[in-house]
């Protein structure tokens, strides 16, 4: 069960909320929670088929939105029920799991935070102990790191690049200086990315990898981004690998592997993985994705792990991690950094 959960809203109008609500008991083996918006009181509950989010008055309850999952926790998507509403936008998560925090007197100030939860802490003869569940554990006394209790951790860090905060600048790689390399994820205020420990290559005793976006997202100003138009002709004798003829030449910066979309509206919609090219042809492997028709404008988008050009944006946050039991060293992170032109 969850004994807290992240409710996450828009009202209608008005900026994106979040807020933690904790459980207020259970009925019928389910958990309930209740939390106020605008004086208004809300509760999320079980009916037996779905979860529901209901709106209590003095009068009546007014179904609002529903998830339809039986679970033990009412984590997820919600769909509008209701024919008005009071948000535009409903999710919940888990909340964020409580951390311990450690103090350091070398540096004097509480620098370090930890997975593990323990009942109660002590130092003795310079040994660090704690209690969990009644048992009694001793700290620091073999080679697996961050294991607490017969469960396995892993490591996280965050830091931050904001040299020159009003400039626009082009964040190309990563670097570090570590006895191994880590995963990353990072994001600016205008994009995103990540790079897989596996990506890293070491020279002269440091990690580099080029910064790469998220597989399957899309930024459309972006130079792996490209137009291609609209067919003229949809050959669809093999369903899998339609034929799709153009009035005019394919842009050579096309390119086999490339994913191909439509635009729906807003929204971009993934036709599928580009097979095949010639003069004024695409074939394209719709396997996964669906059928385009002549009335659709296509957008050729390319692989986020072969071609990649960094994150831009003013500032640059980073986020490292590691699941390795044995210990690993970090000593500095670098980024090959320019201004953006564009």
Not at 281 to 294: E, F, K, M, R, Y
Request: some cysteine.
């Amino acid at each position: 069960m969850c004994d807290c959960i992240k409710i996450n809203y828009i009202p209608i109008g008005q900026e994106p909320v979040s807020i933690e609500v904790t459980s207020n008991g259970v009925i019928n083996s389910r958990n309930y929670y209740e939390f106020t918006y605008d004086e208004y009181n809300f509760t999320i509950s079980w009916d037996g088929i779905q979860w529901c989010l209901l709106l209590i008055t003095e009068k009546s309850e007014v179904l609002l939105w529903v998830l339809a999952e039986d679970t033990d926790c009412p984590i997820g998507e919600w769909t509008n029920e209701a024919d008005t509403d009071f948000f535009t936008g409903f999710s919940i998560d888990e909340c964020e799991p409580k951390k311990t925090v450690t103090y350091s007197k070398i540096s004097e100030g509480w620098n370090s935070f930890w997975s593990y939860q323990p009942d109660w802490m002590t130092e003795m003869n310079s040994i660090f102990y704690t209690f969990k569940n009644g048992e009694l554990w001793k700290h620091n006394v073999n080679t697996t790191r961050n294991n607490f209790y017969n469960t396995q951790y892993g490591s996280k860090i965050r830091t931050i690049f904001n040299e020159q905060p009003l400039e626009v600048k082009v964040f190309n790689t990563l670097s570090l200086n570590s006895t191994h390399p880590w995963s990353a994820e990072i994001y600016t205020n205008i994009s995103a990315g990540a790079i897989d420990y596996t990506y890293f290559v070491e020279k002269e005793n440091q990690w580099f990898a080029y910064i790469r976006r998220f597989d399957n997202t899309i930024d459309v100003k972006a130079l792996s981004t490209q137009g291609v138009g609209t067919p003229s002709i949809v050959d669809t004798a093999n369903p899998i690998i339609p034929i799709l003829t153009f009035s005019f030449n394919v842009d050579q910066s096309i390119s086999v592997g490339d994913k191909l979309y439509k635009k729906n509206f807003n929204n971009l919609v993934l036709v599928g993985t580009i097979t095949n090219i010639s003069l004024n042809t695409i074939s394209v492997d719709i396997s996964v994705g669906t059928i385009p028709s002549i009335t659709d404008f296509l957008i050729s988008v390319k692989d986020s792990q072969a071609e990649s050009f960094g994150s831009r944006g003013y500032y640059m946050n980073v986020y490292l991690s590691n699941d390795l039991p044995q210990e690993v060293k970090l000593f500095s992170v670098g980024s090959s950094v320019f201004k953006s032109f564009l």
